[in-house]
C-alpha cells in the first residue's frame, strides 16, 4: 500500500492503471513518489515527461505537470519545458525501446547537453505494450516476438551509455531493491545537470512468459540472485559477470548544466 | 527610369557581388524609399564558378523578383560574361572589368571596359574592395538613369562596412564612381 | 513620423515579425532554405531573454516548441523539404494535445533531398494533410518579405486564439530575397495571448471547450495548474480515453473550432478580376509573376485577373467562386505537379475550364511563360 503522504500525488481519477498485476512499474512509481515528497518537491513545480509504451503511462497517474508525448521524443520536449523554465523541476520516465532506440539520438544529446533533467529508464528487456518485440536491450538468446530463435544482436549498456555520452550522474538499481532505487532517484533529482537512473525490471507477460520467468515472484528472485554491487563485480571476470546484473552509482560528477549556460549567455548577450 | 530597371552584379566567389546588390537595395529602398528587392544564386553554383546576384529597383511595387533583361550588368570575371552577358537589354549598359575579362562580348549595349580589380588591387592595396570600386561606377549610371542619387549608395556603404574601414571603402566607391564618369 | 524601414531577406522577416508577435522561444535543425530563421533567432532572442536551441534533429526542434508552449512561451520553429516531413508526427501531438506553435516551411524542390537550394510549392497538401488524422488547419502563403513579417505575426495570434500549430509556408525565393519591409510599431497591430484559466487549479478542465469558441483555457506548467498533455485520444480532463462519445466529440471539435471561424481567418488578394474572362489563381512567389502577366495581359486588352489565396488552408473557396464571376477560364500556375488546383476544382466544378501551368525544374514561372498561357487560352 502506498504511503499516506504520496497520495495527494496520485491521480485517482486516472485510476485504474493499465499495467499487468504484478508489473515492476508500479513499485518505481513510487519509489519516484517517495523522492518527490522526501525532497519536498510540490506538485506544482513537478514536470513528468514520458514517450510512449508501459512505462510511458506513468505521467498519467501522477497529479503534477504532466506530459506524454510520442515515441522516443520525451527528452525533447522535456528539453524545451526546462530552458523554458529552468525553475521547474524535470522527470522524464522511459522504457528501454523507448530510450534507446527510437529516442536513443534524443538520449545521448541530453547526456551531452547536461541540462538538468532525470531520466529514470524502467529497463524490462523487451517491448510490452506492443506484445513483446525485442528491445535494444533483449539478452542475446532471449526469445521474444519478433526474436523467435533468440536474440542475436548485442545489447546496450544504458549506464555506459550515458556516462560516454556525458551525463552527470548514472546509476542502476533493480525493483528488489526498492529502497536503494529511491535513494539513487533522490540523488538523481538533486543533481544538477543530466542525471540517469536505469531500474531494471520485469515484463513478466511478455517477457517472462518466453523466457522461463513467467511470474512476477520469479523475476524478483532472479533480480535478488543475480544483482552483483560495482565493488564486487570489479573483482569478477568478464565470464563470471555474464548474465549478472551490475548495481550501484557509475557517474557523479559537476559539470555545466545547459539551463545555467544560457542564463549566462543572457547575460553576457545582454550586458 | 522605365517602370523597372534591372542591375545584375556577377563575378566569382569572394569578389562581394551579393554585398553590392544588396547595398544598391538598401540605397534605394532605405535612402530614397523607391522599392527594390535583391535576389541571389544559392547553393552549389554560388560556391566557385560564376556568381551572381540581382537587384530590381522601382518607383512601383515590383512584382517579378528577379532579373529579365538587366538594364545594367557589372561583371567581373571572363566566365561570368560568357555566362551572363548575353541577355542584357537592347541598348542597356555593361561594365566589365578590364584585368578578368579578356573577351568583351557582342552585344547590343554599352560596353564600358574600366580597371576596378586594377584599381582595388593597386591604387587602394585592397582586392577586397573590388565591390566598392564596382558600385562607384554603378552609381554613376544609377545617377544618369535617375534611378538613385550616388550619395544614397554612399551612405547605404558606410552603413554597411566595418568600424574602421569607412574610408577605405568610400575612396573605392569614389574611384570607381570618377573613372565611370570620365567615359560617361 | 518618419516609417521605420528594413531591407530584409524574407526569412530575416519571418524571424522578426515572430520576435513582434511576442515568440520568445525558439526550437530548430539546420536546413537549407530555411536555416537564415534559425540564426536570426540565435542571434536576437538572448537579447530578450528569450530562449534559441538548436536541437539533435528536425523532431527534436519542433519537440522542445511544443515543450517550451507548454511552459506558457510563444515559440516556433522553422524548416524546409525533408525536415517539414520528419516534423509531421509531433505536429499532430501538437494538433492534438491543442498546442499553440508556429511551423515556417520554407518550400524546396522534392521528394526526398531534391532541391535544397530551389523553389517550389511541393508542400502544400502535406501542409494539409501532412500528419496522420483529421484537423482543421491553418496555413499562411507569404508573396513579399512585408507578407513574411505581417503573417507571421498573423499566425502567431491563430494559433494562440486557437490553441494549435499553425504554418507558414513560404518558398526559396522569398524566404532568400530582400525586400522593402516597412516595420510597423509594436502596438500599432493586434497581438493575440491564448485564453488563461479563469477557475482555481482544484476546478480546472483542461480540455473542457468553451462552447462559445471550442476552445478550452490552457495553462501552463510551472503557474500552478496542474494537468495531463498526451497525444492520445483524450476526454475533457485530458485522460486518455476509448468511449464512443467523448472520441467523436473531441475529434470534431478539433475540426470544428477551424471551420467556425473560416471567415474570419481566410484571406485573400485580388487583382483586375472585375469583368474577367480568364482568371488566374496562385499563391506565394508565383504571384508575382502572375499578376504582372495579367497586367500585361490587360494592356493587351485580354479581360483576365488574378486571385491570390493568402491562407493557403482554409481554402478561400467562396471568395473564389465569387472573383471568379463569370470567368469561362481559370489558370493555375503552380510550382508542382499540380496541388492547389485540386482546390480550385472543388470550388469551380464545371463552371469553368480549370487549365494547369506547372513548372517543376526549380525554376520560378516567369511572367511570360504565364502570359504566354493567358494568351493562348484568351
Known amino acids: 500500500m502506498p504511503r499516506e503522504e504520496i497520495k495527494p500525488w496520485l491521480r485517482t481519477r486516472f485510476f485504474p492503471h493499465i499495467w499487468c498485476p504484478g508489473c515492476g512499474h508500479g513499485i518505481i512509481l513510487h519509489a519516484i513518489l517517495r523522492s518527490l515528497v522526501d525532497l519536498g518537491k510540490t506538485r506544482e513545480e513537478t514536470v513528468i515527461a514520458s514517450g510512449i509504451g508501459c512505462s510511458s503511462r506513468m505521467p498519467g497517474y501522477i497529479n503534477a505537470n504532466t506530459v506524454h508525448t510520442t515515441h522516443g521524443r520525451s527528452l525533447a520536449f522535456a528539453t524545451g519545458i526546462k530552458l523554458a523554465k529552468p525553475e521547474l523541476t524535470v522527470i522524464d520516465v522511459m522504457g528501454d525501446g523507448d530510450c534507446t532506440a527510437i529516442g536513443g539520438n534524443h538520449f545521448i544529446h541530453a547526456c551531452r547537453r547536461n541540462i538538468d533533467i532525470t531520466a529514470i529508464v524502467m529497463n524490462n528487456n523487451i517491448y510490452g505494450i506492443t506484445g513483446g518485440q525485442a528491445s535494444p536491450t533483449t539478452p542475446v538468446g532471449a526469445r521474444a516476438t519478433t526474436a523467435p530463435y533468440g536474440a542475436i544482436d548485442t545489447p546496450f549498456d544504458i549506464c555506459r551509455l550515458a556516462e560516454g555520452a556525458g551525463a552527470s550522474y548514472v546509476a542502476r538499481a533493480t525493483i528488489a531493491q526498492p529502497v536503494l532505487c529511491e535513494q539513487y532517484i533522490k540523488k538523481a533529482i538533486q543533481k544538477k545537470g543530466f542525471s540517469v537512473v536505469e531500474i531494471i525490471t520485469h515484463c513478466h507477460t511478455q517477457f517472462g512468459r518466453k523466457n522461463k520467468r513467467p511470474n512476477p515472484v520469479d523475476n524478483l528472485i532472479f533480480f535478488k540472485e543475480n544483482s552483483i554491487p560495482k565493488a564486487k563485480a570489479k573483482e569478477m571476470t568478464e565470464e563470471e559477470k555474464k548474465g549478472k546484473i551490475v548495481i550501484g552509482e557509475f557517474v557523479d560528477r559537476e559539470g555545466l548544466e545547459y539551463t545555467e549556460a544560457y542564463l549566462k549567455l543572457i547575460e553576457r548577450v545582454r550586458g | 527610369m522605365s517602370e523597372r530597371f534591372e542591375i545584375r552584379f556577377a563575378g566569382s566567389g569572394g569578389q ?28 552549389p553554383e554560388a560556391r566557385g564558378g560564376a556568381s551572381k546576384s540581382e537587384v530590381v529597383v522601382s518607383h512601383d511595387v515590383i512584382d517579378y523578383p528577379k532579373a529579365t533583361r538587366p538594364d545594367l550588368q557589372v561583371i567581373l570575371t571572363q566566365k561570368a560574361c560568357e555566362e551572363y552577358a548575353h541577355d542584357t537589354k537592347k541598348g542597356g549598359t555593361i561594365i566589365l572589368d578590364d584585368f578578368y575579362v579578356s573577351d568583351p562580348p557582342q552585344v547590343d549595349a554599352d560596353i564600358y571596359m574600366l580597371p576596378i580589380v586594377r584599381t582595388a588591387k593597386e591604387k587602394l592595396g585592397k582586392e577586397m574592395v573590388t565591390n566598392m570600386v564596382a558600385l562607384g561606377a554603378t552609381a554613376r549610371i544609377l545617377e544618369l538613369a535617375n534611378v538613385i542619387r550616388p550619395d544614397s549608395v554612399k551612405k547605404a556603404i558606410l552603413a554597411r562596412v566595418p568600424k574602421g574601414t569607412e574610408k577605405l571603402n568610400e575612396q573605392a566607391f569614389e574611384e570607381g564612381y570618377s573613372m565611370m564618369k570620365e567615359k560617361k | 513620423m518618419p516609417k521605420k524601414l528594413a531591407f530584409w531577406q524574407g526569412n530575416m522577416a519571418v524571424a522578426m515579425g515572430g520576435i513582434a508577435a511576442g515568440c520568445r522561444f525558439f526550437g530548430g535543425y539546420p536546413i537549407t532554405p530555411s536555416s537564415e530563421i534559425a540564426e536570426v533567432m540565435a542571434e536576437e532572442l538572448p537579447k530578450i531573454n528569450g530562449r534559441f536551441i538548436q536541437m539533435e534533429d528536425e523532431i527534436g526542434g519542433i519537440a522542445a516548441t511544443i515543450g517550451a508552449s507548454i511552459a506558457g512561451y510563444k515559440a516556433m520553429t522553422a524548416t524546409s523539404g525533408p525536415g517539414f516531413s520528419l516534423k509531421q508526427e509531433n505536429l499532430g501531438l501538437a494538433y492534438m494535445a491543442e498546442i499553440p506553435i508556429v511551423v515556417i516551411d520554407v518550400m524546396r524542390g522534392g521528394p526526398s533531398t531534391g532541391l535544397p537550394t530551389r523553389v517550389s510549392q511541393q508542400d502544400v497538401m502535406q501542409a494539409r494533410w501532412g500528419t496522420h488524422g483529421d484537423h482543421g488547419t491553418i496555413a499562411y502563403a507569404p508573396s513579399s518579405v512585408q507578407e513574411c513579417f505581417e503573417l507571421t505575426i498573423d499566425a502567431f495570434n491563430m494559433a494562440e486564439r486557437f490553441r494549435q500549430p499553425v504554418l507558414v509556408m513560404s518558398d ?39 462552447p462559445a469558441d471550442d476552445v478550452p483555457a490552457m495553462a501552463s506548467f510551472g503557474d500552478g495548474y496542474r494537468w495531463h498533455v498526451t497525444g492520445l485520444t483524450h476526454n475533457d480532463y485530458g485522460f486518455p480515453t476509448n468511449e464512443p462519445e467523448e472520441i467523436g466529440k473531441k475529434h470534431l471539435r478539433l475540426v470544428r473550432k477551424v471551420e467556425r471561424f473560416r471567415d474570419e481567418i481566410v484571406k485573400y488578394d485580388l487583382e483586375q478580376t472585375e469583368g474577367a474572362e480568364i482568371l488566374v489563381v496562385s499563391y506565394g512567389c508565383v504571384a508575382r509573376s502572375a499578376v504582372r502577366a495579367v497586367r500585361e495581359a490587360r494592356a493587351k486588352g485580354i479581360r483576365v485577373g488574378h486571385f491570390r489565396p493568402i491562407t ?33 476544382k472543388i470550388a469551380l466544378g464545371c463552371k469553368a475550364e480549370i487549365i494547369p501551368s506547372n513548372l517543376v525544374n526549380g525554376e520560378i514561372l516567369r511572367p511570360h511563360e504565364i502570359l504566354a498561357t493567358i494568351e493562348e487560352v484568351a
Not at chain 2, 553590392?20 to 522599392?35: D, F, I, M, P, R
Open chain 3, 172 to 210: 526559396e525565393v522569398i524566404g532568400h530575397m530582400r525586400e522593402k519591409v516597412v516595420i510597423p510599431e509594436p502596438g500599432s497591430y493586434p497581438i493575440v495571448d491564448r485564453k488563461r484559466p479563469k477557475v482555481s487549479p482544484e476546478e480546472f478542465v483542461p480540455y473542457l471547450a468553451d
Open chain 2, 16 to 43: 562581394g557581388v551579393i554585398l553590392a546588390a544588396v547595398v544598391t537595395g538598401e540605397a534605394a529602398a532605405l535612402y530614397e524609399n523607391v522599392y527594390a528587392v535583391q535576389s541571389q544564386a544559392y547553393g
Open chain 3, 312 to 344: 493557403l488552408w482554409p481554402f478561400p473557396d467562396k471568395e473564389l467562386i465569387q472573383a471568379a464571376g463569370q470567368a469561362k477560364k481559370v489558370i493555375v500556375p503552380e510550382l508542382n505537379c499540380g496541388q492547389m488546383i485540386s482546390e480550385v
